[in-house]
């Protein structure tokens, strides 16, 4: 799990690509933070394996280094369903983002091993939302991320079925990681 989660996402912010022309998304006027809920999707609490923590961490770095300055929330950490049976990687970070599509664009070309990349619904958040799937040590693996003008983040689902649909469930788990801030 972890070649897949942390194969990139690494790149220092200045070899992404950052054009004048951003792609005009929409993304809130305001801005956002990141929280980490105390459940996730339907009650899944924090999972107690720090390898899956230290996995989304991992990716909570990467994505610092796409952030034009400072990030002004993060949130990295692994949700796990009380039987085990399913997990979810969720890292994100809050702060300027130049040009969202140019951003999913250097996140998936970081993570080469995900096949079937395709735009998904974002959500309400708004912004570039794709989700691919993959398979890392014979288990299946949906991998949903976004990029919005305040924030970039992913949920990685490990363990669902391969005919499993990601979507609904990465626009749930991003509702409870980004907020406005108040």
């Known amino acids: 799990m972890g070649v897949l989660m942390v194969s990139g996402c690494s790149r220092p912010a200045d070899t992404v690509e950052r054009t004048a022309e ?5 993304s809130p006027a305001v ?11 339907s009650g899944w609490p924090e999972s107690m394996s720090r ?14 280094a796409l952030l034009d300055g400072e990030p ?10 009380p039987d085990g ?18 951003t999913m664009d250097e996140v998936f070309a970081a993570l080469p091993r995900l096949s079937d990349v395709k735009p998904t ?16 040590q ?24 391969k005919s499993g649909d990601p979507d609904s469930l990465f626009v749930q788990a991003r509702s409870q990681l980004e907020h406005p801030v108040t």
């Open 138 to 161: 014979g288990v299946n693996v949906d991998v949903c991320a976004w990029a919005d003008r305040h924030s970039i983040g992913m949920v990685a689902f490990i363990g669902f079925p």
């Open 51 to 64: 390898k899956l923590r230290e996995q989304a961490q991992q990716t909570l770095g990467g994505f610092k």
């Open 31 to 41: 801005a956002m933070r990141l929280d980490k809920p105390e459940k996730l999707l």
């Open 72 to 81: 002004t929330s993060a949130v990295g950490t692994a949700y796990a369903t």
């Open 22 to 26: 951003a792609r005009s998304s929409s």
């Open 121 to 136: 619904p974002p959500g309400p958040m708004g912004g570039e939302a794709r989700c691919g799937k993959g398979e890392t």
């Open 85 to 102: 049976q399913y997990t979810a990687l969720a890292s994100g970070v809050s702060g300027k983002v130049t040009n969202p599509k140019a």
